[in-house]
Nanobody, 123 residues
Framework: QVQLVESGGGLVQAGGSLRLSCAAS????????VGWFRQAPGKEREFVAAINWSGQIKTYTNSVKGRFTISRDNAKNTVYLQMNSLKPEDTAVYYC????????????????WGQGTQVTVSP
């Protein structure tokens, strides 16, 4: 079974940048879609970005388009989320997840989840 571990979260001022990493292990990693989701206290978990197995297809929620970039390096078993021009409303716990399907934004299609990493953006 593939396992995912997020890292790279922290505290940053508005306008700053962070790069999140999702380290994966398992024989089938290269065939998996990987998505990033986030959840603020008292809020529902929401989709942020996803990337297909080859890295050729990427999708983002509207609120992060032009600011966040998802990428993957299958040789390193790692998916990244580069977050630029951060805003206070980006504050949340960020999770990565893996799916055997190409549904991308459909949370129920993701069968493996990481533990999450906290991102806090101060005004």
């Amino acid at each position: 079974q593939v396992q995912l571990v997020e890292s790279g979260g922290g505290l940053v001022q508005a306008g700053g940048s962070l790069r999140l990493s999702c380290a994966a292990s398992g024989r089938t990693f290269t065939s998996l879609t990987v998505g990033w989701f986030r959840q603020a206290p008292g809020k529902e978990r929401e989709f942020v970005a996803a990337i297909n197995w080859s890295g050729q297809i990427k999708t983002y929620t509207n609120s992060v388009k032009g600011r966040f970039t998802i990428s993957r390096d299958n040789a390193k078993n790692t998916v990244y989320l580069q977050m630029n021009s951060l805003k206070p409303e980006d504050t949340a716990v960020y999770y990565c997840a893996a799916s055997s399907y190409n549904a991308y934004i459909v949370q129920s299609s993701y069968h493996v989840w990481g533990q999450g990493t906290q991102v806090t953006v101060s005004p």
